[in-house]
């Protein structure tokens, strides 16, 4: 399936009139198959360009046949101005004021989206140094409980501890009574 362009490019008429007066102005006859295929626009689009530049212009072409391309029939100093009316004069005012308001406004708008887009960023930095603030006092509480616990877990230890030694030394002792009281009977030649 061929390829095909999603936008063409075309070159505005006044654009090609233009070129096509600065090429009769430098006598290389051009003519319309040629600037056709420059332009990439049909041969008949090159023609009501000509057209126009003839009739409404006023400018002296002529096909020459022999060199197979247009040119003047007499000097033409410059391209012509094309007549505005008073109203497009008006049009274009208007246009230009239309503008200019346009352009101010995207001034302000863009002015208040500055000031907007810094109060986004410095609530959102204020957000993330609050959020920052808050996990470290929650793991500060956090450490402080375990602190807590592991400082109560140890107290009981050494509690149980002291308890366990306490009962190993009592047990230790009354094992030493009775050891001495089995072994001084026998050893007395007494027996049991």
Same mark, same amino acid.
């Given at each position: 399936?061929?390829?095909?362009? #999603? ?11 233009? =070129?096509? %007066?600065? !090429? ?8 319309? $198959?040629?600037? +056709?295929?420059?332009?990439?626009? #049909?041969? =008949? $689009?090159?023609?009501? &360009?000509? &057209?126009?530049?003839? /009739?409404?212009? &006023? !400018?002296?072409? *002529? ?6 391309? /247009? %040119?003047? $029939? =007499? ?9 505005? #009316?008073? +109203? ?8 230009? *004021? +239309? ?9 302000? /708008? ?9 109060e986004v960023y410095k609530v959102r930095e204020q957000r993330v140094k609050q959020g920052n603030a808050e996990r470290d006092a929650a793991l500060e509480a956090a450490r402080k409980a +375990?602190?807590?616990?592991? $400082? ?18 009592? #047990?230790?002792?009354? !094992?030493? &009574? =009775? ?8 050893a007395a030649g007494g027996s049991r």
């Amino acid at each position: 399936m061929p390829k095909v362009q #999603s936008q063409i490019y075309v070159r505005p008429p006044w654009e090609r009139m233009m =070129r096509f %007066h600065n !090429l009769v102005q430098n006598q290389e006859y051009p003519n319309c $198959t040629t600037l +056709a295929r420059e332009f990439e626009v #049909s041969v =008949r $689009t090159i023609k009501r &360009d000509l &057209d126009f530049m003839k /009739y409404r212009m &006023d !400018l002296p072409l *002529k096909f020459d046949g022999q060199r197979n391309g /247009y %040119h003047y $029939t =007499r000097p033409v100093e410059q391209f012509p101005q094309l007549p505005i #009316s008073e +109203a497009e004069v008006f049009a274009l005012l208007v246009a230009h *004021k +239309a503008i200019a308001q346009a352009e101010a406004r995207a001034a302000e /708008y863009a002015a208040k989206l500055r000031l907007a887009r810094a109060e986004v960023y410095k609530v959102r930095e204020q957000r993330v140094k609050q959020g920052n603030a808050e996990r470290d006092a929650a793991l500060e509480a956090a450490r402080k409980a +375990a602190a807590l616990k592991v $400082t109560q877990a140890r107290a009981e230890l050494e509690a149980e501890a002291a308890q366990a030694r306490l009962a190993i030394q009592a #047990s230790a002792g009354d !094992l030493a &009574d =009775r050891v001495v009281r089995a072994v001084l009977p026998l050893a007395a030649g007494g027996s049991r």
